[in-house]
């Protein structure tokens, strides 16, 4: 089966300026996580849906952040205005189920680089 | 809330070592504990699954055991390789919130 699909991989802005991620998880997941990786540091969830609907969105910077997930498939994350700390991996990952049963498989991962 | 701790940050062996590399969490009431490699500027790959009802898991040169009574997770590396090296992540998913909380990871070096 293909894997996640996460576009584009690698994005240089200016701080203030605006971008935006894509992500389409493998076919028939109904959960799909966006997840923010800063340099040496661990994955930190930003936002949890299932199918469309967010289930979790308690870490996502409300001001600056956004995402959707259209006809509960694909998934957009956008940031505006970027600031510097915004400078991370973004990953996709998604699950058949809410990840009890087959854990979890991640996209490549977009890496942002504010300046 | 969960918290997950790994152990060592940062590990540099000479090939052909067997090695060990520890993840330890806080909240024992997960569902399962992954383990995931990370090449640098890649995404995660995963390794091993293991279930709450399982000990432990293996695949190739991998073993991972899993502990939740002591939260506690070790991943063993067999006859350690060059390719090898990467960053190795676990992340626990903890009941009720169906969320995976991940460690920074412990960053391994194989030199021939």
């Known amino acids: 089966e293909a894997g996640v699909a996460q576009s584009p991989r690698y994005k240089i802005i200016e701080k203030r300026q605006s971008v935006a991620f894509w992500c389409n998880p493998i076919?028939?997941?109904?959960?799909l996580y966006w997840y923010q990786q800063i340099l040496g540091q661990g994955p930190k969830l930003l936002i949890q849906f299932q199918n469309n609907g967010v289930v979790d969105d308690s870490q996502l910077p409300k001001d600056r952040f956004s995402a959707e997930r259209l006809k509960g498939v694909d998934s957009t994350l956008k940031i505006q205005p970027a600031k510097l700390e915004d400078s991370a991996v973004y990953l996709c990952?998604?699950?058949?189920?809410?990840?009890?049963?087959?854990?979890?498989?991640f996209g490549s991962g977009t890496r942002l680089t504010v300046v | 809330k969960q918290e997950v701790t790994q152990i060592p940050a940062a590990l540099s062996v000479p090939e052909g070592e067997n090695l060990v590399l520890n993840c330890s969490f806080t909240?024992?009431?997960?569902?399962?504990l992954q383990w995931f490699r990370q090449d640098p500027g890649k995404g995660l790959t995963s390794l091993l699954l293991i279930q709450s009802s399982q000990r432990e898991q293996t695949s190739g040169r991998l073993n991972a055991s899993l502990d939740k009574s002591s939260g506690r997770s070790t991943l063993y590396i067999a006859a350690s390789q060059p390719g090898d090296s990467a960053t190795y992540l676990c992340?626990?998913?903890?009941?009720?919130?169906?969320?995976?909380?991940f460690g920074r990871g412990t960053s391994l070096i194989v030199h021939p």
């Open positions: 909240d024992s009431a997960i569902y399962n």
């Open positions: 076919s028939g997941h109904a959960t």
């Open positions: 990952a998604s699950s058949s189920t809410l990840g009890t049963d087959y854990g979890y498989t």
């Open positions: 992340a626990a998913l903890s009941g009720g919130s169906y969320i995976p909380t």
